[in-house]
């Protein structure tokens, strides 16, 4: 399941996005990243817990 949200990002960032997977890709990269980003958040605060 997905949803539509939006999110501003600096020029620079957008551009930079754009120029390594293309506009179209902008979401999917997107998703990859903050996706990887929460799982690696989520097993440090998992080990801190320990």
Request: hydrophobic share 40%.
């Amino acid at each position: 399941m997905s949803t539509s949200t939006l999110v501003e990002l600096p020029a620079d960032l957008a551009q930079g996005i754009d120029k390594l997977v293309g506009v179209r890709n902008r979401s999917a990269f997107t998703a990859e990243v903050v996706g990887r980003e929460l799982k690696r958040r989520n097993q440090l605060a998992s080990s801190q817990n320990a």
